[in-house]
């Protein structure tokens, strides 16, 4: 289960719609499984097939993650032309980010989809995302 | 010549869960064969069979991106900082 407050899931979807057509990334950090932070992340590939977090930028959010003795919770991103689900790509990147929840958002209609997801050893499992007040 | 390496959480495995270890080296093909001697198989997560660096992993060199320096080929000298981390992508 992944619960995220309802201003970091507005950001997140904010974010996807604003750089729509090309896919957005970034982080949610937490303490304790708890939501604290959330970094947007530049798309370095500026793609809408694809995303990788700028290393630059990525070295310093992690950094800042660390020292605030905080974990990465989330690893989040858009897909633009296909659902909410992740991609062989994603399944295949994930083995960096363990413990981690993979929250996905999809533009490709007006519909809000938004699904979280572990993937862990290539098997791919929802986790149900509430979304909390605040 | 001592150059300190900043560890990654799912690396340390290799460094029995030291977020940071010391290794010595004049480029970083050498530190990283000098850390592979005390912390067997970090080098094989870093470096490819063929020899380039991994591309799921960034390498920096006192916060630059080895990428946009010498790759494996960097130089280094006392006191420099080499810090791994996972690299994040996805499709």
């Known amino acids: 289960m992944l619960e995220l407050p309802q201003s970091m899931v507005d950001r997140v979807v904010e974010h996807a719609r604003r750089d729509h057509p090309d896919e957005c990334c970034g982080v949610v950090a937490g303490r304790a499984g708890h939501a604290t932070r959330l970094f947007e992340m530049q798309n370095a590939e500026r793609s809408p097939t694809g995303f990788v977090f700028d290393s630059g930028e990525w070295l310093t959010v992690y950094r800042d993650i660390d020292d605030a003795d905080e974990d990465l919770l989330v690893v989040y991103h858009s897909h633009t032309m296909t659902e909410a689900y992740p991609s062989r790509t994603d399944v295949r990147w994930a083995v960096n980010t363990p413990g981690t929840s993979w929250l996905l958002v999809s533009t490709r209609s007006d519909e809000l989809e938004l699904r979280s997801y572990r993937i862990e050893d290539g098997v791919i499992t929802e986790e149900e995302l509430r979304i909390a007040g605040g | ?91």
């Open chain 2, 1 to 91: 010549m001592a150059i300190e390496v900043r560890i990654p959480t799912i690396l340390r495995s290799y460094t029995g869960g030291d977020k940071a270890v010391q290794g010595s080296g004049a480029t970083l093909t050498a530190l990283l064969d000098d850390l592979d001697s005390r912390h067997s198989g970090l080098r094989g997560r870093l470096v490819t069979e063929d020899g380039a660096l991994h591309r799921f992993v960034n390498v920096y060199v006192n916060d630059e991106d080895v990428r946009f320096l010498g790759g494996l080929e960097t130089k280094l000298a006392d006191g420099d900082s080499v810090t791994v981390l996972p690299a994040v992508a996805g499709g």
